[in-house]
């Protein structure tokens, strides 16, 4: 198992930029497939990007293609997503997860979650 905690969420005007970081303990970092998720009030939890478990390959939805960068330093044992040109339809909470299996969008296939980082953007 590996045990996810988010940090950085934070609040943010329309087109500003937020850095959220994931740090896991536990398993050996390497042998995971990280993502990140996002979820509003009432609605059902949203894939964002994931990344596989040597950090070559990237999968985004394509709402935030070219505006949003995943990353991990296996080195320690960190996840980040870089979000630019953030809108206010992108305030939810955003999750952590760790999972095995790259590609995947879906929440199924992530075994391990953070407890939530909360972001909003106002207009």
């Known amino acids: 198992q590996v045990h996810v905690v988010e940090s950085g969420g934070g609040s943010v005007q329309a087109g500003g930029s937020l850095r959220l970081s994931c740090l896991a303990s536990g398993r050996t970092f390497s042998t995971v497939v990280m993502g990140w998720f996002r979820q509003a009030p009432g609605k059902e939890r949203e894939f964002v990007a994931a990344?596989?478990?040597?950090?070559?390959?990237?999968d985004l939805v394509d709402s935030v293609k070219g505006r949003f960068t995943i990353s991990r330093d296996n080195t320690k044992n960190t996840v980040s997503l870089q979000m630019n040109s953030l809108n206010p339809d992108e305030t939810d909470d955003y999750y952590c997860a760790s999972g095995y299996m790259y590609p995947s969008r879906s929440p199924r296939t992530y075994e391990e979650w953070g407890q939530g980082s909360q972001v909003t953007v106002s207009s």
């Open positions: 990344i596989n478990r040597g950090g070559s390959c990237t």
